[in-house]
């Protein structure tokens, strides 16, 4: 603002944005508002053809949506300007506001001594692949109508809601050896720092699932410690999560009768849990209701369950999957729970839940039409709702319970072999 003030052609300068800014923000008459359900795909190039000595970097993540803008400056210098994380919802025929930045001082080994404001950018999607930016600064302003020539073309166009289909980004399963071990295995979760494999034994009836735990020796082999101090009763215990600070969550069906609640919380040690207590405000309290698959994000403030009903036999009715967050007096359902999980509940069984670190990539299993399989859904955002799941390709036979490695590449599971249960892994 200052060096408007303090130039000779000031005023003619500020007219002149003041135009580009009213024609930008005109829209043609048939343009209507979109949010867009696959914005993630607007990310790439993009350039005025006009004025193809300079352009655009667009990208859009979980964090928001971010611009770059690279060309010369007034004085025919090489000029880069940086956005602002933008992290609304991006509709189609409604101009985005940002702030844009510029580093200066810096040299090749010591670069961007400093950051200051240059201006601002109003950007506006007019479709998948088509835009108008209006750049303003202490360069001046300029108008570009944009086009797309380089983008992420596997996440199709950005009005279109996701194909349901395979994802094949893994490889080749591989059995994990737990040494010392030679029960059946099931519910494998892997701790956030990676030292531990926290799992259960058969959850069939009649049989006494207790948790256990083994330490990591690699990525595909464990050493068995045994059964987790603490946590285990007579009855049913399985299903363990845990968070960045060892807050540890489980099932277990001991109190079931008398409060109609089956998650339990505590504080996992070396093996051991401390301060064994059931977890308010996730139960609905209602007989033959039961939430019996849970798993706590990594930093403790969300859970994503599953609601089953039951109605005498040990095979689910129904079975979907819900969210809750952390508040001051425990954990509370999401009032739009399932609007955010609309794409993944159905008519068959959704259990087995396993979120990413940042929220956006969620595994689970489905059961339906007499096959167990894993799913996988994405959002663009941690508040978003999921998209449409893809069937995870990885064997054909029955196979349940995802669950993540610390750096997301790994991705565990209990396969049913011949009798027996045994926990792989295929990695992408």
């Not at 209701?289 to 990594?298: G, K, L, P, Y």
């Not at 087995?352 to 859904?377: H, K, M, T, V, W």
Request: aromatic content about 12%; overall charge negative; glycine content about 10%.
């Amino acid at each position: 603002m200052t060096w408007f003030s303090a130039s000779p052609h000031a005023g003619r300068r500020t007219q002149l944005i003041a135009a580009l800014i009213v024609c930008a923000s005109l829209l043609p008459a048939s343009l209507a508002a979109m949010v867009l359900p696959r914005p993630q795909a607007l990310s790439g190039a993009w350039y005025d053809p006009a004025s193809n000595g300079e352009g655009y970097f667009v990208l859009v993540a979980g964090s928001g949506l971010v611009v770059t803008w690279y060309g010369y400056d007034a004085q025919g210098q090489r000029l880069w300007l940086v956005s602002e994380a933008f992290a609304g919802s991006v509709e189609l025929g409604s101009p985005i506001q940002l702030n844009m930045f510029r580093g200066s001082g810096g040299v090749f080994t010591q670069p961007l001594a400093s950051i200051q404001v240059w201006g601002s950018l109003s950007l506006r999607f007019d479709d998948c692949t088509h835009g108008l930016a209006t750049l303003t600064g202490l360069d001046g302003a300029k108008v570009s109508q944009l086009q797309q020539f380089a983008g992420l073309r596997e996440q199709g166009r950005c009005d279109a809601p996701a194909i349901a289909g395979e994802y094949l980004a893994f490889g080749n399963p591989q059995p994990v050896s737990i040494r010392g071990y030679t029960e059946d295995a099931m519910e494998p979760f892997i701790s956030r720092e990676g030292r531990y494999l926290l799992f259960n034994n058969s959850n069939a009836p009649g049989v006494n699932t207790d948790l256990h735990y083994a330490e990591r020796v690699n990525d595909g082999v464990f050493d068995y410690r045994g059964p987790v101090g603490g946590a285990n009763s007579p009855v049913l215990d399985g299903v363990a999560s845990m968070d960045d600070q060892q807050r540890f969550y489980f099932v277990s069906t001991r109190s079931y009768a008398q409060t109609l609640s089956t998650l339990y919380q505590g504080r996992f040690d070396q093996g051991n849990v401390t301060d064994v207590s059931l977890v308010p405000g996730v139960s609905r309290g209602i007989p033959g209701q039961v939430n019996f698959d849970a798993e706590i994000s990594a930093d403790g403030q969300t859970l994503i369950f599953v609601d089953g009903a039951f109605s005498g036999s040990a095979f689910p009715d129904a079975a979907d999957l819900a969210i809750a967050l952390r508040g001051n007096e425990g954990f509370a359902r999401l009032p739009n729970s399932s609007d955010l999980l609309a794409a993944i509940n159905s008519n068959d069984l959704e259990y087995a839940p396993c979120l990413s670190r940042n929220g956006l990539e969620l595994f689970f299993s489905r059961y339906a039409g007499g096959e167990f399989a894993i799913y996988r859904s994405t959002r663009w955002r941690a508040d978003a709702a999921f998209e449409a799941p893809q069937r995870v390709r990885i064997v054909d036979d029955f196979i349940e319970a995802p669950a993540l490695s610390p750096d997301e590449r790994s991705l565990y599971f209990h396969r049913r072999v011949g009798a027996r249960f045994e926990i792989w892994r295929v990695q992408r």
